[in-house]
């Protein structure tokens, strides 16, 4: 119970938000189309694939690298479709954050890949109410709590206490192996009484909700702190190793381009969408290039990872989920299961909904509670007049 209530709160700012990011894309597209949306070239439907060959990727990239405003970025994340701009990143600032409380902001640059205007900018962490920053803000305030890394602890714990209170409630709710009782503990009863209304739906629906909620609790969890969470799973189950990888030495000659480094991707998946180029951050580094295959459970950006080594283009890692162990399948489904994406539109308005259940849970739990902390005064009251 005291669980419940210290960390309901946080339960109901996770539920809340996430309603919202569930749809982030969609809704940030729709506040700002001036940074997300273009117009496609000449007969091409907006709602198609966007094709961007490796050739006009790197005039992308060699566009910002000659304007002093931008430079090379850190990052592009391709137009899955043929109306939307691609996203340059740019690091603000050092990589390590000078407090732990402190938000790691990026600049992301928005152009137009066929004419490689510049159709905006903003920076992904700035916090506002403002349309370009509404939702940036509920996302971090969804991961971070706006708090940076203590923020992201913070969360984590909280889904891990989601996970707790959800099987620990379930567990209460059980009733004794007899149909009257199953009976009467999934049915909601009133009976002229409020409080019995509010005991009763805050059970009834806390069961039916609890699969759900150790999902989300789980997930969060592992989101927010994976160093607590793969070593259970791998324990279990087989998980790739995460060590980062650096180039073959000694490094020499020049490196590849993005353009280059996006062929050698393709050839090696050359049915799937490039959806991230993530360039070297120092000259030891190799490039990670993100897909998704046709297939994949995790929708958006995908979850295949390739790492190329940046002089060499030869392949140093691939995640491939279609071919992954059995801990990173489990792993691998977290996401497009807390998001709804898993079971398309339908499962994101599912979860959107279910996103308010928390507040239901915190209003009707703490009715519940108050009318007992105010039994024993009753009694006590009764006892003095008595005696």
């Known amino acids: 119970m005291w669980t419940g209530l210290c960390f309901g709160t946080l339960f109901v700012l996770s539920g809340l938000t996430g309603s919202a990011i569930v749809w ?18 000449p007969g091409v439907n907006p709602d198609a694939s966007a094709s961007i060959t490796p050739a006009r990727v790197q005039q ?8 002093p405003r931008y430079g ?20 603000n600032g050092p990589s390590k954050q000078a407090s732990p409380l402190l938000l790691q902001t990026s600049r992301q640059v928005m ?14 962490g700035d916090i506002g109410m403002s349309r370009r920053l509404l939702m940036p803000t509920l996302f971090h305030l969804h991961r971070y709590l706006l708090a940076g890394e203590i923020g992201k602890t913070v969360i984590g714990i909280s889904g891990l ?19 009257k009782a199953l009976r009467q503990a999934i049915t909601i009863s009133h009976g002229g009484s409020w409080p019995r209304f509010f005991h009763s739906s805050h059970r009834v629906a806390g069961f039916f909700a609890a699969p759900v909620l150790v999902m989300l609790g789980f997930s969060g969890w592992y989101f927010n702190l994976p160093k607590w969470v793969t070593p259970i799973v791998s324990s279990v189950a087989t998980v790739s190793a995460s060590a980062k990888l650096i180039n073959q030495m000694p490094v020499s000659g020049a490196p590849l381009s993005p353009g280059q480094a996006m062929q050698a991707a393709q050839a090696l998946y050359p049915n799937a969408r490039i959806s991230r180029i993530a360039l070297p951050a120092t000259p030891s580094m190799p490039y990670e290039i993100r897909l998704r295959q046709p297939g994949e459970i995790r929708q958006g950006d995908g979850a295949t990872r390739i790492t190329i080594d940046a002089y060499t283009g030869s392949i140093l890692q691939v995640r491939d989920p279609l071919r992954a162990p059995g801990g990173d399948i489990f792993l691998n489904w977290l996401f497009p299961l807390h998001s709804g994406e898993a079971f398309g539109n339908a499962g994101k308005i599912f979860i959107s909904v279910f996103g308010f259940l928390p507040l239901f849970f ?22 003095c007049h008595r005696s």
């Open 60 to 67: 992308v990239f060699e566009r910002l690298a000659v304007d």
């Open 72 to 91: 090379q970025p850190t990052q592009i994340t391709l137009a899955a479709r043929a109306d939307e701009t691609v996203i340059a990143w740019y690091r």
């Open 362 to 383: 915190l209003l009707t739990g703490l009715a519940v509670w108050m009318k007992r902390k105010k039994r024993p005064a009753r009694v006590n009251e009764n006892n």
């Open 24 to 41: 982030l894309p969609e809704i940030d597209s729709m506040l700002n189309p001036g940074l997300f949306r273009v117009a496609p070239a």
């Open 161 to 179: 206490m989601l996970l707790i209170t959800s099987s620990a409630g379930a567990l209460l709710w059980w009733p004794k192996p007899q149909s």
């Open 111 to 124: 152009l137009n890949p066929g004419t490689l205007q510049i159709a905006g900018e903003r920076n992904w």
